[in-house]
C-alpha cells in the first residue's frame, strides 16, 4: 500500500503492465520511428520528449485547435498543448494567418529590423500586466536569463532568491533545493553546472514568508525569482498574503521582484499580476503569447529602466552588444507577427473566461471521483489550468510538493488515457485549456478518469 493512497501494488503494476501492452500495440507506426531515430540522442529530438510514458512518444502527423493527431491515425483530445506553448490552441487561424502574410506576402522572416508589431505587442502587454517597457526573446529562459542579468546590473548585487524546487526554464542559478535541515544543494539531476548553484543562490520555501526574510537578511539579493504559483513541481497556489508578502519583503531589503509568468498566464490575460494585482518590477512571459512561435519577452518599470540607462550611460554595462542580453533572433518579425496576432484575436479576455470555466468543468469531475471513493487525492485549479495530486490536502511547498510523487500512478493514468485517445502534460497530471477546447472533451477525461480509478481500486 502507498503511504498516499489506498492503491495495492501489486494490482498497480499489472494495470500498468497491461497498458504497456496496448500501447505499444496501438501505435506501430509510432514505434517503428522511435526504433529508426538512431541520429538523435536518446532517439528523440529533445530529450524530454522521452518523459512521455510507454517508453516512446507519439509522433505528430497534425494538430488543429484542441485536437491532436498521431502518424497511427489516431486522434487525441489535447490537454498537454505543448506544456503551454500551444495554449492558443493549435494552429490558430488568426496566428497562422499572420504567420503566412509576413512569410509569403512580406517575406523577411528575421532580418534584425524592428517591425511595427513590436510595438503593438509592447503596448498591449503594458496594459495587460502594468509594466510600460518589454523587450523579447526566443523562450521564457532567455527572459529570465536576461532579466536577472538586468537585475543584478542596478542593484551591485551577485546573487538572487528562489524557491526549493522552482523551474524558470533552463536557467543555472535555479536549478537548487533547500533540504529540510536548511542545506543549499544543486538540484537532484541537474546537469554539469557551470559553478555550484548553491554559490550564486539563496532558497527559501514558497508560502513561508519567515524563509524568504532570512535569506534577504543577507543583504546581497538582486531579485526575487518566482512564479506567482508554482506549476513545474505541480500546482502549488499561494495562500492568502504570501504575494503581498513577498513585495513588501523586497521593498524593505531593497531587492527587485520578478514574477515569471510563463505558466500562470493561465490565470488570465494579465496572468496572476493581474487577478491578485501584484506590483513587480519586472515580468516574464514565454511560449503561450506566440501561438506556437517561439517567442519569450520580460517587462520591466520605468524607474528600472531610468536606473538600467544610468549603469549603461556611465560605461559600466553594454546591452546592445556582447553584454550577455539579448540574441540575434530575439524580437523578429515572424514571432512578432505571431505574438500581435495571438494576443488581439486568440488569448483575448471573453477567451479566457470560457477556458476557465473549462478548467473548472474538468476539475470538479476529478473531485467527484475522489469523493466518490474516498480517496487522499486532491486537484487544484489555476484559471485554465487543472491538476490532480496523489495527496491532500494539496502541497503548500515546493518540497511538500515533490515527496507527494507517484511515478507509478503517473505512469498508469497517463497511459490509461493515452490509450484512450486524452493526451495530459508529460510531466505531471496538469491539463490546460485553450479556445477550441470542448465541453465535450472535458467529459470525455472526467468519464475516463472514473473509469480509471474503478479499476485501480478493484
Same mark, same amino acid.
Given at each position: 500500500?502507498?503511504?498516499?493512497?489506498?492503491?495495492?501494488?501489486?494490482?498497480?503494476?499489472?494495470?500498468?503492465?497491461?497498458?504497456?501492452?496496448?500501447?505499444?500495440?496501438?501505435?506501430?507506426?509510432?514505434?517503428?520511428?522511435?526504433?529508426?531515430?538512431?541520429?538523435?540522442?536518446? #532517439?528523440?529530438?529533445?530529450?524530454?520528449?522521452?518523459?512521455?510514458?510507454?517508453?516512446?512518444?507519439?509522433?505528430?502527423?497534425?494538430?488543429?485547435?484542441?485536437?491532436?493527431?498521431?502518424?497511427?491515425?489516431?486522434?487525441?483530445?489535447?490537454?498537454?498543448?505543448?506544456?503551454?506553448?500551444?495554449?492558443?490552441?493549435?494552429?490558430?487561424?488568426?496566428?497562422?494567418?499572420?504567420?503566412?502574410? #509576413?512569410?509569403?506576402?512580406?517575406?523577411?522572416?528575421?532580418?534584425?529590423?524592428?517591425?511595427?508589431?513590436?510595438?503593438?505587442?509592447?503596448?498591449?502587454?503594458?496594459?495587460? $500586466?502594468?509594466?510600460?517597457?518589454?523587450? $523579447?526573446?526566443?523562450?521564457?529562459?532567455?527572459?529570465?536569463?536576461?532579466?536577472?542579468?538586468?537585475?543584478?546590473?542596478?542593484?551591485?548585487?551577485?546573487?538572487?532568491?528562489?524557491?526549493?524546487?522552482?523551474?524558470?526554464?533552463?536557467?543555472?542559478?535555479?536549478?537548487?533545493? /533547500?533540504?529540510?535541515?536548511?542545506?543549499? %544543494?544543486?538540484?537532484?539531476?541537474?546537469?554539469? @553546472?557551470?559553478?555550484? @548553484?548553491?554559490?550564486?543562490?539563496?532558497?527559501?520555501?514558497?508560502?513561508?514568508?519567515?524563509?524568504?526574510?532570512?535569506?534577504?537578511?543577507?543583504?546581497?539579493?538582486?531579485?526575487?525569482?518566482?512564479?506567482?504559483?508554482?506549476?513545474?513541481?505541480?500546482?502549488?497556489? @499561494?495562500?492568502?498574503?504570501?504575494?503581498?508578502?513577498? #513585495? %513588501?519583503?523586497?521593498?524593505?531589503?531593497?531587492? /527587485?521582484?520578478?514574477?515569471?509568468?510563463?505558466?500562470?498566464?493561465?490565470?488570465?490575460?494579465?496572468?496572476?499580476?493581474?487577478?491578485?494585482?501584484?506590483?513587480?518590477?519586472?515580468?516574464?512571459?514565454?511560449?503561450?503569447?506566440?501561438?506556437?512561435?517561439?517567442?519569450?519577452?520580460?517587462?520591466?518599470?520605468?524607474?528600472?529602466?531610468?536606473?538600467?540607462?544610468?549603469?549603461?550611460?556611465?560605461?559600466?554595462?553594454?546591452?546592445?552588444?556582447?553584454?550577455?542580453?539579448?540574441?540575434?533572433?530575439?524580437?523578429?518579425?515572424?514571432?512578432?507577427?505571431?505574438? %500581435?496576432?495571438?494576443?488581439?484575436?486568440?488569448?483575448?479576455?471573453?477567451?479566457?473566461?470560457?477556458?476557465?470555466?473549462?478548467?473548472?468543468?474538468?476539475?470538479?469531475?476529478?473531485?467527484?471521483?475522489?469523493?466518490?471513493?474516498?480517496?487522499?487525492?486532491?486537484?487544484?485549479?489555476?484559471?485554465? #489550468?487543472?491538476?490532480?495530486?496523489?495527496?491532500?490536502?494539496? @502541497?503548500?511547498?515546493?518540497? &511538500?510538493?515533490?515527496?507527494?510523487?507517484?511515478?507509478?500512478?503517473?505512469?498508469?493514468?497517463?497511459?490509461?488515457?493515452?490509450?484512450?485517445?486524452? &493526451?495530459?502534460?508529460?510531466?505531471?497530471?496538469?491539463?490546460?485549456?485553450?479556445?477550441?477546447?470542448?465541453?465535450?472533451?472535458?467529459?470525455?477525461?472526467?468519464?475516463? $478518469?472514473?473509469?480509471?480509478?474503478?479499476?485501480?481500486?478493484?
Amino acid at each position: 500500500m502507498s503511504p498516499v493512497s489506498p492503491v495495492s501494488r501489486d494490482r498497480l503494476h499489472r494495470l500498468i503492465a497491461g497498458e504497456r501492452e496496448r500501447y505499444a500495440a496501438g501505435h506501430p507506426a509510432s514505434l517503428a520511428l522511435f526504433r529508426q531515430a538512431g541520429h538523435l540522442l536518446g #532517439r528523440v529530438p529533445m530529450t524530454w520528449m522521452s518523459k512521455w510514458s510507454g517508453g516512446f512518444p507519439l509522433y505528430l502527423d497534425s494538430a488543429a485547435g484542441a485536437t491532436v493527431t498521431d502518424v497511427d491515425g489516431r486522434r487525441y483530445a489535447d490537454f498537454a498543448l505543448g506544456d503551454t506553448g500551444a495554449m492558443a490552441g493549435h494552429s490558430a487561424p488568426a496566428v497562422t494567418a499572420a504567420i503566412r502574410r #509576413r512569410a509569403e506576402e512580406r517575406g523577411g522572416l528575421t532580418a534584425m529590423l524592428p517591425t511595427e508589431d513590436a510595438e503593438w505587442v509592447g503596448a498591449e502587454l503594458a496594459r495587460r $500586466f502594468g509594466l510600460p517597457l518589454w523587450s $523579447f526573446s526566443l523562450s521564457a529562459t532567455d527572459a529570465n536569463r536576461w532579466a536577472i542579468r538586468l537585475a543584478r546590473l542596478v542593484t551591485g548585487r551577485g546573487k538572487i532568491l528562489v524557491f526549493s524546487y522552482c523551474y524558470h526554464g533552463s536557467v543555472d542559478e535555479t536549478f537548487v533545493v /533547500l533540504d529540510d535541515d536548511g542545506t543549499v %544543494r544543486s538540484r537532484p539531476g541537474n546537469v554539469g @553546472p557551470a559553478v555550484d @548553484p548553491a554559490s550564486t543562490t539563496r532558497v527559501a520555501h514558497f508560502n513561508h514568508l519567515e524563509s524568504v526574510r532570512a535569506e534577504l537578511a543577507h543583504g546581497d539579493v538582486a531579485v526575487i525569482v518566482t512564479e506567482p504559483a508554482m506549476t513545474n513541481i505541480g500546482i502549488v497556489l @499561494p495562500e492568502p498574503g504570501f504575494l503581498a508578502g513577498l #513585495r %513588501r519583503l523586497a521593498d524593505e531589503y531593497r531587492t /527587485l521582484l520578478l514574477i515569471d509568468e510563463t505558466h500562470t498566464l493561465s490565470a488570465g490575460p494579465g496572468g496572476m499580476t493581474a487577478t491578485e494585482g501584484l506590483r513587480p518590477d519586472l515580468v516574464v512571459l514565454g511560449k503561450a503569447i506566440g501561438g506556437g512561435i517561439p517567442c519569450g519577452a520580460y517587462g520591466i518599470t520605468a524607474e528600472l529602466a531610468d536606473r538600467i540607462a544610468e549603469r549603461v550611460r556611465s560605461g559600466a554595462a553594454d546591452i546592445e552588444d556582447v553584454g550577455g542580453v539579448g540574441g540575434t533572433l530575439a524580437g523578429n518579425a515572424l514571432s512578432t507577427a505571431a505574438m %500581435r496576432a495571438t494576443l488581439s484575436q486568440v488569448l483575448t479576455e471573453p477567451a479566457f473566461r470560457t477556458m476557465a470555466e473549462l478548467a473548472g468543468r474538468y476539475a470538479a469531475g476529478v473531485q467527484a471521483s475522489i469523493d466518490r471513493h474516498g480517496l487522499p487525492w486532491s486537484v487544484s485549479r489555476l484559471g485554465a #489550468r487543472a491538476e490532480y495530486r496523489f495527496t491532500s490536502p494539496a @502541497p503548500r511547498t515546493g518540497n &511538500l510538493s515533490a515527496a507527494a510523487a507517484d511515478p507509478d500512478l503517473d505512469e498508469y493514468l497517463h497511459l490509461y488515457l493515452a490509450n484512450r485517445d486524452v &493526451l495530459l502534460t508529460p510531466f505531471h497530471n496538469m491539463a490546460l485549456m485553450c479556445p477550441a477546447t470542448e465541453p465535450a472533451d472535458v467529459d470525455r477525461h472526467t468519464d475516463l $478518469f472514473a473509469e480509471a480509478v474503478a479499476q485501480l481500486l478493484g
